[in-house]
């Protein structure tokens, strides 16, 4: 297995992973717990797997001097009109994570790492390099494809078969990621260089609604409750994306 890049399916991609609700929801998760922990001072962020820009747009409107790093050029040509339409700055830098160190200069006060870990042929691998890269008493900003919600999915849906043997990695051209991540296993790889400090749920209800139900949703309604459940104790471990802040020990 080997890492997935979306150098093919950049269009494809924002389509389906931006152009809905599902976006809308992972974006407003994301940047209302950023928006709890940055400081008002300007901030290096580093985006790693910056994708087609939307979060470091986000954060570069705030007045941070941001790195999109992205190894699909499709992506990164994407993020760069998007920047320019913006009026804004920032780098960008087309390469995969394993040739990125040689090419920044950390450390770095915010290190996003968003929707990664899930295409990569071994996620844990990443790890070492991500603590490298975060400046003492800097923040890790994680979010990641739960494998938990991929298992009660298919629970709700009768498919016994593919629970009972674990067959839940995306194929070929599915935007479904290749390998969904175990919550359990991960807090256990990041707890010796790695405090969790905040964790939210992205898309808590939202993709278990009928899609009728899903079609009739009034959206500000629809993110107002997706926010206010992110943290509930029963329902943050449903969510499609699960988000860690994270602080080096």
Known sequence: MKDRHFDALAVRF???IYG?????????????????????????VLDIGAGLGHMSLWLAERGHQVTLAEPAGPMLEGARARFAEAGLDATFIQTPWQTLEGEVQGP????????????????EAILPLL?????????????????????????????FRKVSQGLFAGEGQS???????DPRQLATQLAPKWA??????????HDYMPPDFQARAVP???????LAYRRHPAFAGLGRYLHWLCQPR
């Open 14 to 16: 924002a389509e389906k």
């Open 20 to 44: 809905g609700a599902k976006g809308a929801i992972r974006l407003a998760v994301l940047q209302a717990d950023l928006a709890e922990i940055l400081p008002e001072r300007p901030l290096r």
């Open 108 to 123: 770095f006060d915010l290190v996003t790492c968003h929707a990664v870990l899930e295409w990569l042929a071994e996620p």
């Open 131 to 159: 603590r490298r890269l975060t400046a003492e008493g800097g923040w890790l900003s994680l979010a990641f494809y739960n494998r938990d919600a991929l298992i009660y999915r298919n629970l709700l849906k009768g498919h």
């Open 175 to 181: 935007l479904t990621p290749q390998r969904p991540l």
């Open 196 to 205: 969790v400090t905040h964790t939210s749920g992205v898309r808590v209800f």
């Open 220 to 226: 500000e309604q629809l993110l107002e409750m997706e």
